[in-house]
């Protein structure tokens, strides 16, 4: 989904795992999931809709949660304009495996992440 037809939509979306091989293979068992593994602490799935991961956390309903992930075409101004509407970056624009992104709290202190190639 990473084309200027698609930009600023939700994209990805990554929920927490205390064991992400067990969390696997549940989601693998129970709907058919489609998953590739970046390491022991993270894997994404794709379920023939809308693609996500999970990330190795220590307990679930601890930190964020589920992190709602939106392309975004342009980073530095879409980071630019989460600050200046009042957002706050909590993690500035980092690589990783397909691209580049960054993380942001609205003003509820909901935590959301744009990501571009």
């Known amino acids: 989904m990473s084309n200027s037809a698609n930009d600023k939509r939700i994209d990805y979306i990554e929920f927490p795992a ?3 091989a067990a969390t696997r293979r549940f989601y693998e068992a129970v709907f058919g999931w489609k998953f590739e593994d970046y390491g022991p ?13 999970f990330y190795k956390a220590p307990g679930v ?15 530095a101004a879409l980071e630019a304009t989460v600050s200046e509407a009042g957002g706050r970056i909590v993690k ?3 690589a990783f495996p397909g691209g580049r992104r960054f993380h942001f709290e609205d003003p509820s202190g909901n935590q959301l992440a744009i990501w571009s190639e």
């Open 18 to 20: 205390t064991d992400v």
């Open 41 to 53: 602490d993270y894997t994404s799935f794709a379920d023939g809709r809308i693609a996500g991961g």
């Open 61 to 75: 309903g601890q930190g964020p949660g589920a992190l709602v992930v939106i392309y975004g075409a342009d980073l």
């Open 92 to 94: 500035p624009v980092f």
